[in-house]
T-cell receptor, first 115, second 112 residues
């Protein structure tokens, strides 16, 4: 079966532009997570969805970042007015149910470069 | 706030040697601990998940131990192979929280 799919795999954008990153979780997975991985750093939590609601948005670094999810399916992470410090790999993960007692399944990420 | 530390940050070993990777965390009130593998340019692959009530988990050449009270986990990889070269990350969910706190990883190179 298909794993978690993210698109685009690479994105280069100019400072100040908006970008949209897409995540298709594994079918039937109710929980969806977005993480950011900067060069040489650990993964930073951004936002968690259970179904299409987001009970934990506390990791979003600023109001330029937003995310939404359609039902228990696709999620989109939007970054407005991108800055150079937004350059990172953005990883999406899903799991079958709420809570962290089931392993997360990660996509290959979107590598964002802001010039 | 849960802090996760992994030592060593990087190591190289000759093929066939056993690998020992260490992970420590500051808050012992965890549900579980997960070990992941990350290859360059790829996402993370879950290797082992140890529940808080367990002391260890094994999968093939991999064995992970968990000592909750001391805030430590160790990943052992027996008889390392060049294909084991990757970054290994451990992660724990902070108490009452669905997110995972990750370490920065152990970058492993197995030399043929």
């Amino acid at each position: 079966g298909a794993g978690v799919s993210q698109s685009p795999s690479n994105k280069v954008t100019e400072k100040g532009k908006d970008v949209e990153l897409r995540c298709d979780p594994i079918s039937g997975h109710t929980a969806l997570y977005w993480y950011r991985q900067r060069l040489g750093q650990g993964l930073e939590f951004l936002i968690y969805f259970q179904g299409n609601s987001a009970p934990d948005k506390s990791g979003l670094p600023s109001d330029r970042f937003s995310a939404e999810r359609t039902g228990e399916s696709v999620s989109t992470l939007t970054i407005q007015r991108t800055q150079q410090e937004d350059s990172a790999v953005y990883l999406c993960a899903s799991s079958p149910r709420q809570g962290t007692n089931s392993p997360l399944h990660f996509g290959n990420g979107t590598r964002l470069t802001v010039t | 706030k849960q802090e996760v530390t992994q030592i060593p940050a990087a190591l190289s070993v000759p093929e066939g040697e056993n690998l020992v990777l260490n992970c420590s965390f500051t808050d012992s009130a965890i549900y579980n601990l997960q070990w992941f593998r990350q290859d360059p340019g790829k996402g993370l692959t879950s290797l082992l998940l140890i529940q808080s009530s367990q002391r260890e988990q094994t999968s093939g050449r991999l064995n992970a131990s968990l000592d909750k009270s001391s805030g430590r986990s160790t990943l052992y990889i027996a008889a390392s192979q060049p294909g084991d070269s990757a970054t290994y990350l451990c992660a724990v969910p902070p108490p009452g929280n669905n997110r995972l706190a990750f370490g920065k990883g152990n970058q492993v190179v197995v030399i043929p």
